[in-house]
Nanobody, 126 residues
Framework: QVQLAESGAGLVQTGGSLKLSCAAFGRTFMGWFRQVSGKEREFVAAIRWTDGITYYADSVKGRFTMSRDSAKNTVYLQMNSLKPEDTAVYYC???????????????????????WGQGTQVTVSA
């Protein structure tokens, strides 16, 4: 069942940029994940809704930026310096877990997220 809605699918060259959007609703965290066919779903980034604090996988740190617009109920993933290994279907997800409302820990396990979008394809060519 599709519960959220991502947009921003695209084909870009190595080194290019792309911005994804996700229509959302209020939860404790929203996250971005990605998945390549035949592989496990991989954590990309998460944002704590209350204060906008963000968390990133090491593979994208310094290249990707997650943000939110509470007034528009929307989250974004700005992807820069894209590499072919970033090619995947990207998913937006939300969790209402209250285990991470303070401190430095954050939800990065997809099993912690209850609501998911349909996915949007990002392809990075050489």
């Amino acid at each position: 069942q599709v519960q959220l809605a991502e947009s921003g699918a695209g084909l870009v060259q190595t080194g290019g940029s792309l911005k994804l959007s996700c229509a959302a609703f209020g939860r404790t965290f929203m996250g971005w994940f990605r998945q390549v066919s035949g592989k496990e779903r991989e954590f990309v980034a998460a944002i704590r809704w209350t204060d906008g604090i963000t968390y990133y996988a090491d593979s994208v740190k310094g290249r990707f930026t997650m943000s939110r617009d509470s007034a528009k109920n929307t989250v974004y993933l700005q992807m820069n310096s894209l590499k072919p290994e970033d090619t995947a279907v990207y998913y937006c997800a939300t969790t209402n877990s209250r285990s991470y409302l303070s401190g430095s820990a954050y939800p990065k396990d997809p099993r912690e997220y209850a609501y998911w979008g349909q996915g949007t394809q990002v392809t990075v060519s050489a």
